[in-house]
């Protein structure tokens, strides 16, 4: 998943859109929203649902407003076999070259069997088509199941990372080694602040993510990604606060 490291590219901020949920209800909203999220200077969308909007007509505005899906949370019944086609043609319209489950069942041995059976399954499948497969953590993936074993050790070799950088850092992680150690999965990062399991506007939690900076400039990351679970006072507000200090730090 990693660029060569000898060709510099330009960092671009991307938003996920769980976070701006409340501002459209149904959907009603999401191409105004659109427009916001461009005019605040994000340069692409990671989606979560699709609002029964075809992806023709998602593409459309994206590009009059000049923005890209860098990627979308989906359910992990989407990336099954009898689904997964229709998956990948919708990468294809929005022109997505990465999509993923913003979770799936693990904290039994049993779920975790299956979650990663399917995710293994559609990596090798999306692969062919150039569509990279990925996994978005949150804490839990880090803590052990009654075995003893850490749903994380067996998600990451059968697809790539969307990593959570708060909640990898809640549940203990030193982002920048976890990053750095398997930076051959870690396609996409989720740039998120928090405080007491409490997400937040960025710079405003005691995540270490000047140390995620780092990293994601040494790794030379082409996008990262805006993300607050609970914006506060609204999602607007939050991610305007936030993308100054992507723009600061990043």
């Known amino acids: ?114 979650t990663c059976g399917v995710l293994a399954e559609a990596y090798k499948e999306a692969a062919k088509h150039g569509v990279t497969i990925y996994y978005h953590n949150h804490s839990d993936e880090f803590y052990p199941l009654s075995d003893g074993r850490y749903p994380i050790d067996f998600i990451k070799p059968v697809c790539a990372l969307e990593v959570d950088t708060y909640w990898s850092f809640f549940a203990g992680i030193d982002n920048y080694k976890f990053i750095r150690e398997n930076s051959d999965r870690v396609t996409l990062l989720h740039i998120k602040d928090g405080l007491n399991g409490t997400p937040r506007a960025l710079g405003e939690g005691d995540n270490d993510l000047i140390s995620v900076a780092k990293i994601a400039k040494e790794l030379n990351m082409e996008w990262v990604i805006l993300e607050n679970d609970d914006p506060e006072p609204d999602g607007l507000s939050d991610i305007a606060r936030s993308i100054k200090f992507l723009k600061a730090n990043f």
């Open 1 to 114: 998943m990693l660029k060569n490291p000898h060709l510099h590219c330009i960092m671009k901020y991307a938003v996920q859109l769980y976070s701006l949920r409340h501002h459209m209800e149904n959907g009603e909203n999401l191409f105004d929203i659109l427009k916001e999220v461009k005019d605040l200077g994000f340069d692409g969308v990671e989606f979560a649902g699709f609002y029964g909007y075809g992806a023709d007509e998602l593409k459309a505005k994206l590009d009059e407003y000049g923005l890209t899906a860098v990627g979308a949370h989906i359910g992990l019944e989407d990336l099954m076999s009898e689904k997964l086609d229709d998956t990948l043609k919708l990468c294809s319209v929005l022109g997505m070259n990465k999509i993923g489950v913003g979770s799936a069942p693990h904290r039994t041995a049993e779920d975790l069997n299956v």
